[in-house]
């Protein structure tokens, strides 16, 4: 079974829907992220996550939400979709310690809003 | 101007040949570096951390260069498995940021 678990994997919605995205993983880490990743531009932090009780905004926030339900579980949600949030977006975690580097990712999301 | 500037490529490049890419970071006080590796349609991996003193991995090597503030990913004897896009990820502060990646395609 995979690590970092993302579903769904594929969505397709209207301008105006709110989505949820869920991420869940058995790695025991503590950080978890979500990025989002669109042609030529790279991935890019939407919100980190360090523990359960913190969550931080990262170089993309604005439209998006998250909650941090458990040490396993991190949610990205979309408030009200708009089309310019098409892409993949991905999930990821890492330790605190030892390679703290190293971020495992989900298999990703592809969310087209209509 | 992007934090992590890459050549998006492609590189096309046949099998048995050497070939490097480059990357450019614009905040002097980043702290770390790595490339990491994405395969199409799948999720990036960790390929190697870069080091001043350069770092070496098989048929890969890696080389920063803080003075240019720049970090190079050789790939020697390149295999067909080794076409993907190398993302060239930068830390500082309490992020990670990626490169917009380039692209390989190893042809037999």
């Known amino acids: 079974d995979a690590d970092v678990t993302q579903t769904p994997r594929n969505r397709i919605t209207k301008t105006g829907k709110r989505i949820m995205l869920e991420c869940s993983q058995t790695?025991?880490?503590?950080?978890m992220y979500w990025y989002r990743q669109d042609p030529g531009l790279g991935l890019r932090l939407i919100y980190y996550s360090f523990d359960v009780k913190d969550i931080n905004k990262g170089e993309i926030s604005d439209g998006y939400s998250v909650s941090r339900q458990a040490q396993a579980k991190f949610s990205l949600s979309l408030e009200s979709a708009i089309p310019n949030q098409t892409a993949l977006y991905f999930c990821?975690?890492?330790?605190?310690?030892?390679?703290?580097?190293?971020?495992?990712f989900g298999p990703g999301t592809r969310l087209t809003v209509l | 101007r992007k934090e992590v500037e890459q050549d998006p490529g492609p590189f096309n490049v046949p099998e048995g040949a050497t070939v490097a890419f480059n990357c450019t970071y614009s905040?002097?006080?980043?702290?770390?570096f790595f490339w990491y590796r994405q395969d199409c349609r799948k999720e990036p991996k960790l390929l190697m951390s870069?080091?001043?003193s350069g770092n070496e991995d098989g048929r890969f090597t890696a080389q920063l260069n803080r003075a240019s503030q720049y970090i190079s990913l050789l790939i020697r004897d390149s295999k067909l498995s080794d076409s993907a896009t190398y993302l060239c990820v930068v830390y500082t502060g309490n992020m990670l940021t990626f490169g917009g990646g380039t692209r390989l395609m190893v042809k037999p």
């Open positions: 990821a975690t890492s330790d605190a310690s030892g390679s703290w580097y190293e971020q495992f």
């Open positions: 870069v080091y001043s």
């Open positions: 905040n002097s006080a980043s702290q770390s």
């Open positions: 790695k025991g880490h503590d950080r």
